[in-house]
């Protein structure tokens, strides 16, 4: 699976939408673009995925650059819920392929 | 979602003793499982996959001896950590893909904080 490269840490108001980026310049075109969040002392929680094309769901947006090197998770209105570490990952969708994890970015949602 | 299942959250143990961490998928048949294990302001690595009915495939660097995983059936797997020692204190997550499920999506576990003294 590709590497991504995440910031460790970003800071976003409440209320306000977080914007948190993610670059996979070597992704091949089978790769997905998974999102996963892991709040403190708990198991990571599946967020958002996709392929070429820009996904919304009740979590989250993201937005996939046309050369697919880059993405971004969009949190329209972070709550102090939302603070976590945030894990990009490149995958393909095999059998029995896990998730590797990198470092994640660590999300602070402040009053 | 899938919802995966992992008992018991926390455990304290003495050094020598053996643990035992169950999971399971409550309302998908798991085909495959995996664990992982993660310290302290580190991020998740994975120790070994399962796959139901089959020997589980342990990531360079894991002992198979010490982690003994068993995945006898399509919704628990365990993991065993033997002897345990205060160098295996840490928190260990499960993560399950079920057979009817798409590829796409992994679930995880609440996760297990052991603590060996």
């Known amino acids: 699976d590709a590497k991504t490269t995440q910031p460790p840490s970003m800071d976003c108001a409440e209320g306000r939408a977080a914007n948190l980026p993610c670059n996979h310049s070597?992704?091949?075109?089978?790769?997905?673009v998974y999102w996963y969040r892991q709040i403190h002392s708990q198991g990571p929680q599946y967020i958002i995925h996709?392929?070429?094309n820009n996904e919304t769901n009740e979590m989250a947006s993201l937005i996939i650059t046309e050369d697919r090197k880059s993405s971004t998770l969009i949190l329209p209105h972070a709550t102090l819920r939302d603070t976590a570490v945030y894990y990009c990952?490149?995958?393909?969708?095999?059998?029995?392929?896990?998730?590797?994890f990198g470092g994640g970015t660590r999300l602070m949602v402040k009053p | 979602g899938a919802v995966v299942s992992q008992h018991p959250s926390w455990v304290i143990c003495k050094s020598g003793t053996s643990v035992k961490i169950e999971c399971r998928s409550l309302?998908?048949?798991?085909?495959?499982m995996f664990w992982y294990r993660q310290f302290p302001k580190q991020s998740l690595m994975l120790m070994a996959t399962?796959?139901?009915?089959?020997?589980?495939?342990?990531e360079q660097g894991v002992e198979k001896d010490k982690f003994l995983i068993n995945h006898a059936s399509l919704t628990l797997s365990t993991l065993t950590v033997t002897s345990a020692h205060p160098e295996d204190s840490s928190f260990y997550i499960c993560?399950?893909?079920?057979?009817?499920?798409?590829?796409?999506?992994?679930?995880f576990g609440s996760g297990t904080q052991l603590s060996v003294l």
């Open positions: 993560s399950a893909r079920g057979s009817r499920e798409t590829n796409e999506k992994l679930f």
């Open positions: 070597t992704i091949s075109g089978n790769e997905y």
């Open positions: 996709g392929l070429k």
């Open positions: 990952i490149a995958r393909k969708n095999n059998a029995g392929n896990m998730l590797t």
């Open positions: 309302d998908f048949q798991a085909t495959t």
């Open positions: 399962s796959n139901e009915g089959s020997k589980a495939t342990y």
